[in-house]
């Protein structure tokens, strides 16, 4: 592994913050593509209020000089524009009530008090949170574990992006269906639909990656398989229940002379027809297009609320609702690229070489020529 990064920051507190170790030295950053990643997340059509006052834009605080990075840990931070409404709620010091009047202390405390939840919402972090960590207000679970997290791994995928570029490997997001609508037109006057209802919706998003060389993964060891790997990054965004490689689950309902990809030796290349592999065999890149298909739930906060329970008290009640996007599919597959990006630059860092650009292009252009594609 060349690359590993941490995550820190609640939806609400005043940032998010990230740190990426093992970016080499040598390679120039474009921030306006990052901060381009960054705002295509905030986008599409069913996000909810939130979107609107927030406005994502990295901030780094080390590992960059001059926009080129130096091999240092790339320490970053995004903030949370929401948290000026949030002040007291998610203060980090214990507040001096003592010292302020008795106006001022009951405001503080009005303010502090309504955001406590007390009412489960079903297929939320909620319920497991509370219990493991024994917290009496789910505000605990909902800060961390709430989407907004995503910014922060779309920050750095947008860096690993960036490294990408420099060899054109290029990634991409669609989206296939919404609900159970697959008609792309469709796709917003459905959400609406449900957004009037206060409902919510999921939907399938294919990521295609172009140009990744052949050989990253490896078929030796279980967790060096670049599918695997793909899986375990994308099955960890919020609300992904599914992930598919090529034709995916697909490939159990034919035979195999009717799916498997042909090899043939062309122009002095090997290569393939066709593509159900999705670009990875035996664990390993296989020089066509790596597509990937993950399917997400529809978003678990919504008006029209589930029935749940309180905690403490343990009564019936209606779910806890504040605010929030009603459809992210979108917003998801931005998430999901910035992912796949971590691990295909993760592994071709391990190919290629870990310290700087000049020695990991020579390592690149050698290994091109050897398999004939330059
Ligand atoms: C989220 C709830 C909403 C979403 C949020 C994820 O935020 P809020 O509670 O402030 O209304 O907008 O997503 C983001 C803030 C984001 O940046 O994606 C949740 O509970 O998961």
Not at 231 to 237: G, P, R, V, W
Request: hydrophobic letters at 35%; a negative charge.
């Amino acid at each position: 592994m060349a690359l590993r990064f941490l995550t820190a920051g609640e939806s609400h507190g005043e940032c998010l913050n990230g740190i990426i170790e093992g970016i080499p030295y040598g390679y120039e950053l474009d921030f306006d593509f990052i901060n381009s990643e960054l705002s295509a997340r905030q986008s599409g059509v069913g996000r909810g209020g939130r979107m609107k006052i927030e406005k994502d834009k990295i901030k780094i605080t080390s590992g960059v000089r001059h926009s080129i990075t130096t091999a240092s840990p790339i320490a970053f931070q995004i903030q949370n524009k929401d948290f000026q409404n949030w002040i007291y709620p998610m203060s980090i010091t214990k507040i001096d009530f003592e010292n302020l009047d008795e106006t001022t202390r009951e405001e503080i405390n009005e303010k502090i008090s309504e955001k406590i939840i007390k009412k489960l919402r079903p297929a939320h972090a909620d319920l497991a949170g509370v219990i493991k960590y024994n917290f009496e207000d789910i505000r605990y679970v909902l800060e961390r574990s709430s989407a907004r997290e995503t910014a922060t791994r779309v920050a750095v995928g947008a860096i690993c992006q960036n490294i990408l570029k420099y060899y054109d490997i290029e990634f991409s997001s669609e989206i296939l269906s919404i609900g159970a609508c697959d008609k792309k037109e469709d796709f917003e006057k459905y959400i609406k639909e449900y957004q009037e209802q206060g409902d919510s919706l999921g939907g399938v998003i294919k990521i295609t990656i172009k140009n990744v060389p052949v050989g990253l993964g490896s078929f030796v060891h279980w967790d060096k398989r670049l599918d695997g790997m793909l899986a375990q990054s994308l099955m960890s965004i919020p609300a992904i229940k599914s992930v598919e490689v090529g034709l995916g689950k697909e490939y159990s309902m034919v035979s195999g002379f009717n799916s498997h990809d042909e090899i043939y030796y062309e122009n002095e290349k090997y290569c393939h027809k066709t593509n159900n592999s999705g670009g990875i065999e035996g664990g390993m890149s296989n020089g066509e297009d790596i597509v990937l298909t993950v399917a997400m739930k529809p978003i678990p906060t919504m008006k029209k609320a589930l029935n749940s329970v309180e905690i403490i008290t343990h009564k019936n009640t209606s779910a806890h609702f504040e605010r929030a996007d009603n459809c992210a599919v979108e917003a998801a597959g931005v998430v999901a690229r910035n992912m796949a990006a971590i691990v295909i630059l993760d592994n071709f860092l391990d190919k290629f070489g870990k310290d700087c650009k000049n020695d990991i292009d020579k390592a690149f252009r050698a290994y091109k020529k050897r398999i004939n594609e330059i």
